[in-house]
């Protein structure tokens, strides 16, 4: 039996945050007001301690997560390799960064980190035993370009056949199966001054999947202006979308599942996301008996916290619940 829980990752609100529009108690408890069951934490931007979790800081999140009725399930893991001068960090001093932060998720309490895929599958590999250690689930995030069919994605799935470990897996984020150009993009670069033909040239160039280099040379001879070919790095980058979403490879990794991002980039009235095909989605989730979160992430700023309140809305309304707040 499906037991889907909804959370909201709290870098949902990180330009209000960043502003000083929102506190990070005002974010814990916009979070729980929307109707989340439970939160992610982006450790690099909002951990008061990070990369720790000092004593005084456990203890206010205790303080705030009892009195708003939310639970601090998840733990966004950072794998900087430019922190250094001069080149990137190797892979164990990576794997020595990711320890720290499974050891920081776990003073939190909490039982799930998100990792972003700078970590190779032999450093997934290292760190199963820390996981294991201190009862921290390490789920690597897939995320635009990549898709569940991706040779990225299939080479983590075969190191975690071989080893066994429940504590390593994926963490799939839904921006993955667009299947439409991010509107918020899509609607700054006409404002820009980006004449509508062109966009569609992009955007139909990426649909029928011709090669950037030669999809740029295209649009620079068709006379893009500089609106034009910002809208369309993202389009060939971390918003690229196809006519069929990767639903069958989904199915093939949900056994790897940590828990989900539920990416998001506007929402409509109607609660409906823009460019991603959340119906299709959740019923491959539910079709695999899935227990565990979908964490809303909203990838925009304007109007942040309301966006996100639609958007469990329609989470809730598609997986057959009704909304009550």
């Keep these: 039996m499906n037991q889907i829980k909804l959370g909201v990752s709290l870098f949902s609100f990180s330009t209000d945050f960043v502003k000083g529009k929102l506190s990070l108690e005002d974010c814990i408890s916009s979070a729980a007001e929307i109707g989340a ?12 301690s990070y990369p720790y979790a000092t004593d005084k800081v456990i203890n206010e999140f205790k303080a705030m997560t009892d009195h708003y009725g939310i639970d601090f399930v998840s733990y966004g893991a950072s794998a900087d390799r430019g922190v250094m001068t001069g080149r990137d960090l190797t ?13 920081t998720a776990n003073k939190l309490g909490c039982k799930m980190m998100r990792a972003q895929p700078h970590l190779s599958p032999a450093a997934i590999e290292k760190l199963a035993p820390y996981a294991e250690n201190y009862g921290v689930k390490v789920g690597v995030e897939i995320h635009n370009p990549e898709i569940p069919s991706s040779q990225k994605t299939k080479a983590y799935v075969e190191m975690f056949d071989r080893v066994g470990s429940e504590y390593i897996g994926l963490v799939p984020d839904f921006g993955c199966f667009a299947t439409k150009p991010n509107k918020v993009y899509w609607d700054e670069a006409l404002e820009k001054g980006a004449p509508l033909k062109l966009l569609e040239l992009a955007a139909s160039l990426r649909y029928d999947g011709v090669p950037k280099d030669q999809a740029m040379k295209r649009l620079i001879e068709a006379g893009a202006n500089n609106a034009v070919m910002g809208a369309f790095q993202g389009m060939y980058g971390f918003v690229t979308f196809s006519r069929k979403p990767d639903l069958e490879g989904l199915k093939t990794i949900m056994p790897y599942v940590i828990y989900f991002h539920g990416k998001f980039h506007y929402m409509f009235d109607h609660l409906e996301e823009a460019s991603i095909p959340y119906e299709d989605i959740l019923k491959v989730i539910q079709g695999a008996n899935f227990n565990g979160y979908i964490m809303s992430e909203y990838e925009a700023s304007d109007q942040a916290v309301e966006m996100t309140r639609k958007h469990l809305q329609m989470e809730k309304m598609l997986l057959g619940r009704q909304y009550q707040v």
């Design 37 to 48: 069951e439970g939160f992610e934490l982006v450790g690099a931007t909002m951990l008061p």
């Design 91 to 103: 892979d164990d001093e990576l794997v020595q960064s990711a320890i720290l932060d499974i050891k």
